[in-house]
């Protein structure tokens, strides 16, 4: 059984750094793209940013220049790095990935709250 498993998540301060991470545990392969995604309360589950396999990257354009993802393919894991936190990027946060022949899984998502 696959799980995603996320850490990293929690309390900073506006002007603040966090970095999630996300690995996947179980027998998991051909992951495609790796992905964050995040949803505030009242809002729908939005795209951060993903990653594809080969690095190629996608941003929500509210997060460019704040925010980098990275991936390590030998160790199933997908970061993300969040720099100049906002209170508008309070959100729960989700890492997806989708494989190329068993569809897309989801973590079980990590709190971020930015607020002084």
């Known amino acids: 059984q696959v799980q995603l498993v996320e850490s990293g998540g929690g309390l900073v301060q506006p002007g603040g750094s966090l970095r999630l991470s996300c690995a996947a545990s179980g027998s998991i392969s051909s992951i495609v793209v790796m992905g964050w995604y995040r949803q505030a309360p009242g809002k729908k589950r939005a795209l951060v940013a993903d990653i594809s396999r080969g690095g190629s990257t996608n941003y929500a354009t509210s997060v460019k220049g704040r925010f980098a993802i990275s991936r390590d393919n030998a160790k199933n894991t997908v970061y993300l790095q969040m720099n100049s936190l906002q209170p508008e990027d309070t959100a729960v946060y989700y890492c997806?990935?989708?494989?190329?022949?068993?569809?897309?899984?989801w973590g079980q998502g990590t709190q971020v709250t930015v607020s002084s």
């Open positions: 997806n990935m989708n494989t190329l022949f068993s569809g897309a899984y």
